[in-house]
């Protein structure tokens, strides 16, 4: 197959790694890509984010497939575009994408389809948003009903701090501007991705990620320091649950309002003391969670994604996964999340590679003047697997020392506790 992967991150690289690693070989392209991605796809210099360029790109290339990876080109129409052009794609269109690009949308969503999740108010005045933070009490959740690259969740026992991000981010959309404010749900989180084709659900196996920015969940969100997979502590029914009680109804719900969901729903889960709770919806892969899923996929993806983009997910056998455990270690540049330094040299990522059982996939990168360098705040997946998950936090962790990036920072405790048994659903 001829196959596009849009986007620039370590979720899009991941993709065609996955991609590269089948037989018969396919023919990969990226738009734009990263400097990573250029020893599997030939890349192109197209904004993500413009519909019409890409499905002029994919009609020039004549491709048999388009994978959208990042949230903003799916709410900017991308997926549209290149379906009006008679190419599969796999991502939603804009209007199914809102189930990411507005969390009051995906709330109405959810109750309709009578699906579990947390009570919430949405609010457009600082007046309402201090209502609601005293009717929830603490902890306190406030969330941007946009998209913020991850990082529009606030959650804190200071009200102050709850009130003052509400009213950045309402604020920041002016007379447009909502947010919402809800309840705090207990126990751990856990991320799954359901294939869908507008009818049928797919899911693949869960996993966790870590989205504060320091060891032991410290310090401000961040878009996700790491991930790993399997959890062997989740109930054994939870994914035949979350595609029974959610992931299907939602879908049933979008078909039923005309705007079928067709790509990757990913169900932001939390475990909670009264039952299986949603935290949100995305309309594609999280990142860094599906660095280490895709790791452990044994069924060829291109197929998978391609049935999904053509309304054949029916027919689909029921995915193959590997026994490892797979552990992903995010290394971050200077300053990441609050003001990420760009442009210092990056060096290590071949000997870290030479090790057993670790692959690195870029996110943040550029080659200037010859050289790799940083250009984001997230830099680098260093994706490491093992027989158990103490061998996959050995192999990620051996990959992250060999590399140097001038004042990076990452986390030391991915995994940690899942690994010690220390991880239990209230």
Known sequence: MKILVVGTGAREHAIVHALA??????????????????????????????????????????????VVGPEAPLVAGVADAVREAGIPVFGPSAEAARLEGSKAFAKDVMAAANVPTAMAHVCTTVEQVADALDAFGAPYVVKDDGLAAGKGVVVTSDRDAA????????????????????????????????????????????AQDFKRVGDDDAGPNTGGMGAYTPLDWVPSGLVAEVVDRIAQPTVDEMARRGTPFSGVLYVGLALTSRGTRVVEFNARFGDPEIQ????????????????????RLDGVEPLRWSDDAVVNV?????????????????SGIADAEALDDVHVLHAGTAVVDGALV????????????????????AASYAGVEKIALDGSHHRSDIALKAERGEVAVP
């Open 330 to 346: 995010v290394v971050a540049s200077q300053g990441y999340p609050e003001s990420p330094r760009k442009g210092d040299p990056i």
């Open 163 to 206: 009130l003052a991000h509400a009213r950045e981010a309402l604020d920041a959309r002016g007379d447009d501007g909502r947010v919402v404010i809800e309840e705090y749900l207990d126990g751990p989180e856990v991320s799954l991705f359901c294939l869908c084709d507008g009818a049928t659900v797919v899911p693949m196996v869960p």
């Open 21 to 66: 690693s089948e037989e018969p070989a396919h023919e990969l392209h990226a738009a734009p890509g990263n400097p990573g991605m250029a020893a599997q796809a030939a890349l192109h210099p197209v904004d993500a984010n413009d519909g019409r360029a890409v499905a002029a790109l994919a009609r020039t290339l004549g491709v048999d497939l388009v």
């Open 292 to 311: 280490a899923v895709l790791a452990r996929l044994r069924t060829p993806l291109s197929g998978v994604l391609l049935a999904a983009a053509t309304g």
């Open 374 to 393: 940083s250009a984001g705040g997230r830099v680098l997946s260093v994706v490491g697997r093992g027989a158990d998950l103490a061998a996959a936090r």
